[in-house]
């Protein structure tokens, strides 16, 4: 157990100084198949379904704060005010005063009724090659622990779900599946 420990802890440490240095920007596709991009600290939003895409201004959002995906829009904060994007009719709203947009948003239904996903950073994290390849020692290590958590839930707890190791187990597989579809479906 000492040596899978210490592995693991090899393999945490060596992946987070090799990505830290080597991963600089991130790129993804919006639900709607736009682009937020992150270049040297400067996170922009474009409109990819058209000729313009990274070259003309007003199809380009840049200095993004934070926002939500939600019913086709893009909701968030950006360093000079508010933002809310239309990727359908490729609209870009801009509001100076936080009462306006918050008006907006009520006024239109841009306010998910449970729960706000905000971001600020890339979503979309099984998509990026350098990320998975980073990470790929410590997916090792702990598919090497999953599959022995399987083997005694089930050789030695007959996956019984009043048992420790196999309520861990399905724990880990149900953890693993909404953590995909996260990845997947970034809305609200």
Same mark, same amino acid.
Request: hydrophobic share 45%.
């Given at each position: 157990?000492k040596?899978?420990?210490l592995i !693991?802890?090899?393999?945490v @440490?060596?992946t ?22 992150? =270049?040297?600290q ?16 007003? #199809? #380009? ?6 926002? +939500?995906? +939600? #019913? ?5 904060? +950006? ?8 990727e359908? #009719? ?14 907006? @948003?009520?006024?239109?239904?841009? =306010? ?13 994290l !099984? ?10 020692? /410590? ?12 083997? @005694? ?22 953890? !693993?599946? /909404?953590?995909v579809?996260?990845? /997947?479906?970034p809305?609200?």
């Amino acid at each position: 157990m000492k040596k899978e420990l210490l592995i !693991l802890m090899f393999s945490v @440490i060596s992946t987070s100084i090799f990505a830290v240095d080597l991963v600089g920007g991130w790129s993804n596709y919006t639900p709607n198949n736009n682009i937020i991009t992150e =270049r040297q600290q400067l996170i922009i939003f474009s409109f990819s379904n058209n000729n313009f895409s990274y070259s003309h201004p007003s #199809k #380009k959002l840049k200095e993004l704060q934070r926002w +939500y995906f +939600y #019913k086709g829009f893009i909701i968030g904060e +950006y360093d000079e005010g508010f933002f809310i994007i239309d990727e359908k #009719k490729e609209e870009i709203k801009l509001f100076k005063y936080q009462d306006r947009w918050e008006n907006y @948003i009520k006024n239109n239904g841009l =306010r998910p009724h449970r729960w706000t996903r905000w971001f600020n950073t890339g979503w979309n994290l !099984l998509s990026d090659f350098w990320v998975l390849f980073f990470l790929a020692p /410590i997916v090792f290590v702990l598919l090497i622990f999953y599959i022995r958590l399987i083997y @005694i839930s089930i050789k030695k707890e007959r996956f019984n779900l009043s048992k420790p190791y196999s309520m861990l187990t399905i724990i880990s597989f149900l953890s !693993l599946v /909404i953590f995909v579809l996260l990845d /997947i479906y970034p809305d609200s």
